[in-house]
Nanobody, 124 residues
């Protein structure tokens, strides 16, 4: 059974930082591209960042470029999202997702597995 478990969310002031983690189990982690998405109240889930199976390629949404960094370690099956210079508009539930492909997809329907999400709240 595949499990993706996010952690590291919380309440932070604007300009602050958070580091999200996603621990994966039940899949051959090194075969999957990993992505982070977020969903704010009343809005659709949107792409944030993705990383290839090797970690050699990354992709970011324009809204987070230069502020967020995605990284991974295939032992012990973890992907991180370092978030700096946080803004109130970054407030959302953040989800990690796994995609059994070499392509860094940006749409939700391409991803095979999802975590339950972790809340990030940025106060102004």
């Amino acid at each position: 059974q595949v499990q993706l478990v996010e952690s590291g969310g919380g309440l932070v002031q604007a300009g602050g930082s958070l580091r999200l983690s996603c621990a994966a189990s039940g899949l051959t982690f090194s075969s999957y591209a990993m992505g982070w998405f977020r969903q704010a109240p009343g809005k659709e889930r949107e792409f944030v960042a993705a990383i290839s199976w090797s970690g050699g390629n990354t992709n970011y949404a324009d809204s987070v470029k230069g502020r967020f960094t995605i990284s991974r370690d295939n032992t012990p099956n973890t992907v991180w999202l370092q978030m700096n210079s946080l803004k109130p508009e970054d407030t959302a539930v953040y989800y990690c997702a796994a995609d059994n492909t070499i392509v860094l997809h940006t749409i939700t329907s391409e991803y095979d597995y999802w975590g339950q999400g972790t809340q990030v709240t940025v106060s102004s």
